[in-house]
């Protein structure tokens, strides 16, 4: 894993974790990194230096760097308490719900770009997460 230093075009500093450099520039090519702070989609990698850990010095990997970072883990873990996931089945289950077909209840998922953007279209309510969800495990 690779953890990128990034910057948005309104000069917002940020990072993230990324799998490999091809990874992090299929995302930007995707149009799916965005800003932590104001959501711009100009985002570039900013001017880092290596890190190398000595042993001595075991950053936390799950406590909240920031305000922002705890405020969105408080959003996740409200997401998660009180809505179903339904994973990739996310925009038929909507539609569902939308058209009266299955009964209406608070669900989170994954949908495609073109899937979300023609729930939209059709006036389904529905609204992106900060985050991507947890997968389940079966």
Known sequence: MIRYAMRC??????DG???????WDKARAAGALACAHCGSAKVEK???APRVATGDDKP?????????EAALEKLRRHVEANSDYVGLSFADE???????RSPTRSIHGEARPD????????????????????????
């Not at 075009?9 to 940020?14: E, N, V, Y």
């Not at 936390?60 to 922002?68: D, F, G, N, W």
């Not at 909507?94 to 009266?100: L, N």
């Not at 939209?120 to 495990?137: C, H, N, Q, T, Y």
């Open 17 to 23: 974790w990324f799998r490999s450099s091809d990874a």
């Open 94 to 100: 909507a539609r569902a719900m939308h058209e009266g």
């Open 46 to 48: 900013a001017l880092m």
């Open 9 to 14: 075009d309104k000069g917002h500093d940020f």
């Open 115 to 138: 899937e979300a953007r023609k729930l939209i279209e059709d006036g389904v309510p529905v609204a992106p997460l900060p985050f991507l969800p947890r997968r389940k495990a079966n």
């Open 60 to 68: 936390s990997l799950t406590a909240p760097r920031s305000e922002a």
